[in-house]
């Protein structure tokens, strides 16, 4: 019996599901910006793991930060040697319970942080209960070596058009990766036809296209624009979309809750962009 309760009172792995449900609510996450699943790691797993279990090991009130950096640490993971890696640690207090206390772990990540970066392309979870229940989640995100140009301006944008919503005390939209694939196929059509115009050469409206990849509607919406300066396009993309009415209540229509923004970039360095709006 003093054994049982010795044991108890130490901290433990969590178990399979709850890292589980753990990945499972990242991807959700993800797939609500429009962001493609992380690839699990195994190298990044036994680092997040044996990370998590030294902070729950710690006395409460001294757990963070680490004792040791993470480049500290680094060092005795060649594999990993020359990557970009980042660390996200969460403590979910042990009051939080059930599908409440993954929801809290992951919560809702800064703009910036490495769960919503486009550049991440691979996380390693581990997750332990400290010897009074706490949570503790250690992510562990490795960087891509490179991000194609086209996805980092596509969520510029979509960033940049929530921060006009937001400021209006709107609601922000949630990105649809079937509704960009329709976005991207337009702005696509735009650069090989070297027009900007809602009007297809085919006569295909913005509604037409949304219907053709059977995504349903009751309202949809679509801001297009083109640039010659790919780095410094985004910025002056929305400035010239808010001077806009017809452009600035497309951003601003509180009925819309979906959006895709699709980028095309041409040799010369030409940017064309279609984002779309829908209301299901």
């Not at 890292?19 to 962001?35: F, P």
């Not at 332990?128 to 070596?145: H, K, M, N, Q, T």
């Not at 196929?185 to 009007?199: D, I, P, V, Y």
């Amino acid at each position: 019996m003093l054994l049982a309760a010795a044991a108890a009172d130490m901290p433990r792995r969590a178990d399979v599901a709850t890292t589980t449900d753990l990945r499972a609510a990242l991807g959700q996450l993800r797939a609500a910006s429009g962001l493609d699943a992380l690839e699990s790691s195994a190298v990044l797993d036994r680092l997040a793991d044996r990370r998590a279990a030294e902070i729950a090991a710690a006395p409460d009130g001294r757990r963070l930060p680490h004792p040791v950096p993470l480049d500290d640490e680094l060092d005795e993971w060649p594999e990993l040697e020359d990557r970009r890696i980042v660390e996200r640690v969460t403590v979910v207090p042990a009051t939080s319970s059930g599908i409440e206390r993954i929801r809290s772990a992951w919560d809702t990540p800064e703009k910036g942080a490495p769960a919503l970066d486009p550049r991440s392309a691979a996380v390693g979870i581990g997750a332990w209960f400290s010897a009074e229940g706490s949570l503790v989640l250690v992510a562990v995100f490795r960087f891509a070596d490179d991000v194609p140009e086209r996805e980092r301006l596509e969520l510029l944008l979509l960033d940049g058009v929530n921060e006009q919503r937001l400021a209006q005390s709107m609601r922000a939209l949630r990105a649809d990766k079937r509704l960009r694939e329709v976005a991207r196929a337009h702005s696509e059509t735009m650069l090989a036809g070297g027009f900007m115009a809602h009007e297809s050469p085919n006569g295909d409206l913005p509604a037409d296209r949304v219907r053709a990849a059977g995504i349903g509607f009751r309202l949809v919406g679509e801001n297009v624009a083109r640039s010659l300066q790919p780095m410094g396009s985004v910025h002056g993309m929305i400035q010239e979309w808010m001077a806009s009415p017809t452009h600035r209540a497309n951003v601003l229509t509180a009925d819309f809750q979906q959006t895709a923004v699709g980028v095309a970039i041409g040799d010369d360095g030409s940017v064309y962009v279609t984002q779309l709006f829908l209301e299901r």
